[in-house]
Structure formats: structure tokens, C-alpha cells
């Protein structure tokens, strides 16, 4: 059969399992659009293309399938850089495909060229410039390979628009012909057992729990270990939702914003079952006194993640789930032998004593201003089983904090890059997969300037959400810093409660706009928002500015020196090499 | 092998990549962001067609070389990648140098040519260009002597090796992995 470039695309999309693509059309990529008209596949015309892209990672968070974004040369390829960027870090599968100016007039300047592959080279897993039409399909192909499988992430085909138009033959390549890409997904039995025999022996042990655990689905054979070894679980900012919070062995988020269990639980342990986690500096703190006594096993399906930060006595390369069933069976067949689990009940009742004595806290005033965290506790009750989004600031935090996780992929976030602006467009990308699933963003007020246009997408493409404005006007993560290590002087970051008035702005998008001053008001707000289902929601509360996420770890310092409120703070310099949030 | 005050040493790693457009870039790339330094890189085809060799010398630490073998080791287009320890491997550089003769200073150029056994390309009454190929230690110490004379320029290929034995890179090198890369196989 005869067939374009752009129309071998769609049918090599389709052959993917490809059900919605977001994107934005243009001058270079106008060849592809055209097949679209009658393709099974959905397009959501994004008002950005940056929202596009985080639209893809939503959908791909939310749904465990490749999210895809479409966008023309120039600057459409080059508002997909952040996105691109925070798939890279918080291996996110998406496939972003790119129009090109036609292959005569690459490298020639032309109008709206960009040198798309080159940018984004140290920000994908891995790119291709499809230069004939004979290649696009397996390149396609290859394209999802890759973003699926190992440690995923992001890869982008750049498609110059002679080869959109190049007429070809169709094929379907059965194989992926990629020889320098095997990941090692099974884990080794003989490094497994060591595993095992470090667990069996340890008095103080911990399930490390990353984002791997929720890239592999393996929540329910975590649970199955965890439960039948008797052993304590934190989850990563990366993790919420790995592991239910209310379960007894559940110890909450570690790291520089964690519960002080969690903290302390890996500060005290003997040994660390880091699964699918990377021993980032926002968990770590200050290296060389992060969890001092603690063997390590550490589990990863990217070598390179091994030994990066943190020595592994027991390194294990390979698929978190397929380890995971490995670690749970062995461990089951050594525990029936030797009668049950150690017994660690001091362990687990310093562990139990430390969660009640150090608990998330925070007071709400019935005459003050809204409390972040009260706000978000009260959406939680009214809500508990929706998927959670939030921006990248205080709110956050609190959210990760105060949000009760009890299933994997109701959590989505920008770990890594820690983008502002991806609340939106990735609770937009995860109620178009999730159709039968509330979802709600926890933005922050500065984020959500960033990206709020695409509430007209979701108005016009009528894929509602709820986004819930932690409004306290200001750039929250930053005044808190510059409140803690800059001696209060405040510097760039005072936004304004009024402006823009966000129910207003919520309104002229098609959405419903709702506001809550007073914590008394919060209830029906709430409560009024869940009861629109055809539209998105905005609610605006209007929250306390002074508010400071707690616990705290400053950067640099030791997971020793955990802060648990303003009483303990000491006047400390921000330390040079630590980022802001 | 030298070493510097850091107890950073020279590493020289051959690797196998796919002849792909970019592909370079992307292995300088990676060394860049990582914050390495490339001594050299010579990149050539192999007996294979498809196949490129990239031979690359930096100043690294131990623990430092693994991290960006096993990054190197992510990009879809390298294959395989070797250390090659100094014994075990033969090394070769080429390099071409347009050395200042003039006068009586060009008899004792050309007894150093001899010495080392290194051949003239090209004759000026002013200049002597000579070819010099050889281990990266003794072109050194031929551009040493060649320095008081006055070098014009100068012009190297970078170092090229192959692991001594009957294995190719393919069949039996020692690649380098993960610990737990290893382990696992
Ligand atoms: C794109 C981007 N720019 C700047 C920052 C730095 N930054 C981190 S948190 C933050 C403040 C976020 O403000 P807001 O969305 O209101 O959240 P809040 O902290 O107030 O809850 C800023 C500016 C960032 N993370 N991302
Ligand atoms: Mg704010």
C-alpha cells in the first residue's frame, strides 16, 4: 500500500495503542495534521505547547501508557524543552513528535528551524531526525521501544516536512532493531538471596520506595513484601501512593519536607531496601551523614543509578516488580525455614511511638486566614479516592504531606526539574486518560500563572478538573527561604491575593470560578465544586501567606538536624550549593 | 600511563557505537555535561560496516569513570565499551609536525628523526615536516627535543588502541558495567 510520511505516521501511532495526542499544528508539521481528520486517534488542541507536553506526561503518570505531543519546528519544538526536561528526570515515557523544516533548507536558517535534535539531545532518553519517509515507521517504532521500556523517558522524532509528504510503501516492522539498547530487566537470583540474608539479619530495616516501584506497577507485590517480611515503608515524593499511608508499616515521605518517622527511620536504620529510588539530595540531605549505620540493597533497572550517590552492598539491576516477586518469594521460603520474620518488634514500636509523638502539624484558627494544609486536608476527606496533581512549590509539599495516598498513579508531580506549571496541563493530560476518575489539581498560585491557559483546552475539549488555588500570594518556596536563611528580607516574591482574580479568570475560560476566604467557607466550596461534573473548577483559596512547610531539612544539612517547626528554627546561611525548591 | 597531582589518571576506553548522525555529539556531550575532560578522541570505522570505534583517553578518578561509562552505556547507539589497561593493550598515535631547520640546526633535526626513527614528508629551505608515529609516551618525548628547534605546528590524531590477544571488542573484552550489571548476567 501506497502511503505518506504523515499518513504511515498515524497508522504507525495507531499500532502503538496511540488513543490522544496533544498537540498544536503549524507550518511544518501541517502535512501530519491532515491524516489526522481520519485517524481513530484524539487530538486536544493545547493552547501551549509546553501544555501540551505536560499534557503527555499526565496522561502517561496517570494511564502507565506513552503520553505523545505534537508540535511544528522552531518554536513549537522549542516550547516542548521543559517538558522534555522533566520527563528526562522523573522518567516519564513520552514520545514528542516534531515537524522540521524540509531537508533541502536544514541547517540553512530557514523560517522557524530549529536545531530541535541538538537542544534536546541531554534532555531525552534519546531523539531521532527521521531524514526518509522509508525509516519514519521504524523509527516510530523504535521512538516507543525506548520510551517504554527500561528506565523510561522521554524521545522526540523530528520529521522534516518532505518527509511527511514522501510517498512510501507501508510496512510494519515486527522487530525493533536497536542493538546497543538491552536493559536488564531480571533481577539476579544469586544477588537476590544475598538480598535476603542482609533482610533476614537486619534488626532495623527499611523499604526505601521510589518511583520505580510505580513505573513497574508493582504497588501490589510491594505490599506482599513489605506485609510478609514485616518491614517499614517510606515512599519518595516520587512514590506517594506505592504504599497506603494508613497502613501500620507505612511511615510517610522522607527527605527534606518529610515526616520526622520517615526521616529518622533511615537515619536509624542498619539497612536500606532502596526499590526503584536514586538517593536524590532532596531525600539524602548532607551525603556523608545520611543514614550512617545503614547497609544498602539497592534495586534499579538503571545501572548507572547504583553506586551513584550512595555505596550498594547488594546491588541489584533489573525491573523493581520482577525483583520485587524475587525478593517476596525467597524471603517467604528463608522465613517459613527459620519460623517467621525476626523479631523486631523495638524497632517497629520506635517506629510506631516516633510517628505519634512527631505527627504532621498545624493549627487552623477559626478566625484567621485558611491554612494551606487545612485546605488540603478538607479536599482530601471530601475526595479521597482522586488523582492528585500538584505544582511545584509549598503546596506541594503540604499536599504530598496531608494527601492520604492509598493507590499508585493517584500522585502526580514534578520531582526532579521541579517545574511550576505542570499541575494544569498535567491534570488535563490525566482526566483525558482517566476519564473515570475525579481529578484534582493542588496548584499554587505562581504556578498556576504559568500554564492556566489550559483551561480553555479543557473547556473546549471537555476533559474537566478540578484546580484547587493554594492562593497565598506569594511564591511561597522561595519567601519561606528567603524568611529561614535571608533574615526575612524578602526579595521578588510578593504576587498579590487579588490579582488576577481567579474565580474571574476561571469564569472567562468556561470553567467555574469559587473562592473561599474563611475556613468556615471551605467545606461548602468544596463540596459545591465536587457537585459540577461537566465543567472544570477553579477555586481560589485564599490561603495564610505566612505558612511554613514542616518538617524541614535546610539543603546541605544532615537528616540529623530535621526542623519539626518555626520554634526550632536557628539562623542559618542558604548554603551555596543548595538550589531553591 | 601518567598520573597528576590529583591521583587522577589517564583511562583509555574503546568504544563501539553505531554510525549514526549525531552520534558523537552525543558521546562529547555526555563527557561535557558530566564535567569531564577529553584528552583525546579519535573516532574512525571498524571492519564491521555500521560500526564506528571511538577511542577515548581522559583524567578521571575510578569512580568518577564508572559513573560516565555506565551514562555512555545508556546512549541507544554504543554497543560496547572497553577499558583498555596500559599493559594489555597496544596504543598508537600519529602526528605530524612542521618543525623550524635552517642552517646547521637541520642536520641535527633530521639525527633526532633518526633516532626515533620517524620519517620527513616534506623539505622548505626554512622548515622540516615530519611524520611520527608511535606510543603517546615517545611522541612526547620527540616533541620535547623538537621544541628548541621551534615547532610551526602541530598536528595529532589522538590516541588509537586495541587490547593485546585474540579477542576483539565484540567476542571477550572486559566490558564495563554496574557491579550489579555484572551480577546479573
Ligand atoms: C519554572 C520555575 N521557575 C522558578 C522556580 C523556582 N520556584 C520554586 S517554588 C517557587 C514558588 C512557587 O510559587 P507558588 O506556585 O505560588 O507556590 P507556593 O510555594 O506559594 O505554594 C519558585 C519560584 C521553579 N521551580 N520553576
Ligand atoms: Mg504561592
Known amino acids: 500500500m501506497k502511503v505518506t510520511g504523515a499518513q504511515a505516521l498515524f497508522m504507525a501511532l495507531e499500532r502503538e495503542g496511540v488513543e490522544i495526542v496533544f498537540g498544536i499544528p503549524g507550518g511544518a508539521i501541517l502535512p501530519a495534521y491532515d491524516p489526522l481528520i481520519d485517524s481513530k486517534i484524539r487530538h486536544v488542541l493545547c493552547r501551549h505547547e509546553q501544555g501540551a507536553g505536560h499534557a503527555a506526561e499526565g496522561y502517561a503518570w496517570a494511564t502507565g501508557k506513552v503520553g505523545v505531543a505534537m508540535a511544528t519546528s522552531g518554536p513549537g519544538g522549542c516550547n516542548l524543552v521543559t517538558p522534555l526536561a522533566d520527563a528526562k528526570m522523573d522518567s516519564v515515557p513520552i514520545v514528542a513528535i516534531t515537524g522540521q523544516v524540509p531537508t533541502p533548507v536544514v541547517g540553512n536558517d530557514a523560517f522557524q528551524e530549529a536545531d530541535i535534535t541538538g537542544i534536546t539531545m541531554p534532555i531525552t532518553k534519546h531523539n531521532f531526525l527521521v531524514k526518509d519517509a522509508n525509516e519514519l515507521v521504524e523509527t516510530i517504532r523504535a521512538a516507543f521501544h525506548i520510551a517504554r521500556t527500561g528506565r523510561p523517558g522521554p524521545v522526540l522524532v523530528d520529521i522534516p516536512k518532505d518527509v511527511q509528504l514522501q510517498e512510501i510503501t507501508w510496512r510494519w516492522p515486527e522487530e525493533v532493531d536497536l542493538p546497543g539498547y538491552k536493559p536488564t530487566t531480571k533481577g539476579n537470583l544469586k544477588q537476590v538471596r544475598e538480598a535476603v540474608k542482609l533482610i533476614l539479619a537486619s534488626e532495623r530495616p527499611v523499604l526505601y520506595v521510589g518511583g520505580g516501584v510505580i513505573k513497574a506497577d508493582a504497588a501490589k507485590e510491594l505490599y506482599r513484601l513489605a506485609v510478609d517480611g514485616r518491614l517499614p515503608v517510606v515512599t519518595t515524593l516520587m512514590a506517594r501512593g506505592a504504599f497506603p499511608d494508613d497502613h501500620e508499616l507505612a511511615l510517610g515521605m522522607p527527605g527534606m519536607h518529610g515526616c520526622y518517622a520517615a526521616v529518622t527511620a533511615m537515619q536509624k536504620a542498619d539497612l536500606l531496601i532502596a526499590l526503584g529510588a536514586r538517593f536524590d539530595d532532596r531525600v539524602t540531605g548532607q551525603l556523608s551523614t545520611f543514614a550512617p549505620e545503614a547497609k544498602v540493597i539497592h534495586v534499579d533497572i538503571d545501572p548507572a543509578e547504583i553506586g551513584k550517590n550512595r555505596a550498594a552492598d547488594v546491588p541489584i539491576v533489573g525491573d523493581a516488580k520482577d525483583v520485587i516477586v524475587k525478593l517476596h518469594a525467597e524471603l517467604k521460603r528463608r522465613q517459613e525455614e527459620i519460623g517467621g520474620p525476626p523479631d523486631r518488634s523495638a524497632w517497629l514500636a520506635t517506629l510506631e511511638r516516633w510517628k505519634r509523638e512527631h505527627p504532621l502539624r498545624y493549627e487552623q484558627p477559626s478566625d484567621g486566614p485558611i491554612k494551606p494544609q487545612f485546605a488540603i486536608q478538607r479536599l482530601y476527606e471530601h475526595a479521597k479516592d482522586a488523582i492528585v496533581v500538584s505544582g511545584v512549590g509549598q503546596h506541594q509539599m503540604w499536599a504530598s504531606q496531608f494527601w492520604r495516598f492509598s493507590e499508585p498513579r493517584t500522585w502526580i508531580n514534578s520531582g526532579g526539574l521541579g517545574t511550576m506549571g505542570f499541575a494544569i496541563p498535567a491534570a488535563l493530560g490525566a482526566a483525558a486518560g482517566r476519564p473515570d476518575k475525579r481529578v484534582i489539581a493542588i496548584d499554587g498560585d505562581g504556578c498556576f500563572q504559568m500554564t492556566a491557559q489550559e483551561l480553555a483546552t479543557s473547556t473546549t475539549e471537555r476533559i474537566p478538573f478540578i484546580t484547587a488555588v493554594i492562593n497565598n500570594a506569594h511564591l511561597g518556596m522561595v519567601r519561606q527561604w528567603q524568611e529561614l536563611f535571608y533574615e526575612e528580607r524578602y526579595s521578588q516574591v510578593y504576587l498579590s491575593h487579588e490579582v488576577p482574580d481567579y474565580a474571574k479568570l476561571a469564569e472567562a475560560y468556561g470553567c467555574v470560578g469559587l473562592r473561599a476566604e474563611h475556613p468556615e467557607d471551605v467545606d461548602a466550596v468544596i463540596e459545591k465544586a465536587l457537585s459540577v461534573t461537566d465543567r472544570s473548577v477553579v477555586i481560589d483559596f485564599r490561603c495564610d501567606p505566612r505558612e511554613m512547610v514542616f518538617p524541614m531539612v535546610p539543603a546541605g544539612a544532615s537528616n540529623d538536624d530535621i526542623i519539626l517547626g518555626p520554634e526550632q528554627i536557628k539562623p542559618t546561611k542558604d548554603p551555596s550549593e543548595a538550589p531553591v525548591a | ?185
Do not use: W, Y
Open chain 2, 1 to 185: 600511563m601518567s598520573a597528576n597531582g590529583n591521583g587522577k589518571r589517564l583511562h583509555t576506553i574503546s568504544v563501539l557505537v553505531e554510525d549514526k548522525p549525531g552520534v558523537l555529539t552525543r558521546v562529547a556531550g555526555l563527557f561535557a555535561a558530566r564535567g569531564f575532560n577529553i584528552d583525546s578522541l579519535a573516532v574512525g570505522p571498524t571492519a564491521e560496516p555500521g560500526l564506528s570505534r571511538m577511542t577515548i583517553v581522559v583524567q578521571v578518578d575510578r569512580k568518577p569513570l564508572e559513573q560516565v561509562v555506565k551514562q555512555l552505556n545508556k546512549l541507544i547507539n554504543v554497543i560496547k565499551i572497553v577499558e583498555l589497561e596500559p599493559g594489555e593493550a597496544v596504543e598508537r598515535e600519529l602526528m605530524l609536525v612542521k618543525v623550524r631547520a635552517e642552517g646547521e640546526t637541520r642536520a641535527r633535526v633530521l639525527e633526532i628523526c633518526d633516532v626515533f626513527r620517524v620519517r620527513v614528508l616534506d623539505v622548505t629551505h626554512k622548515t622540516l615536516t615530519i611524520e611520527g608515529t608511535g606510543t603517546p609516551e615517545k611522541l612526547q618525548a620527540l616533541l620535547e627535543l623538537l621544541r628548541d628547534f621551534g615547532i610551526v605546528e602541530l598536528a595529532r590524531t589522538g590516541r588509537i588502541a586495541l587490547a593485546r590477544g585474540d579477542a576483539g571488542i565484540r567476542d571477550r573484552g572486559r566490558r564495563l558495567k554496574a557491579v550489579g550489571e555484572r551480577e546479573a548476567e
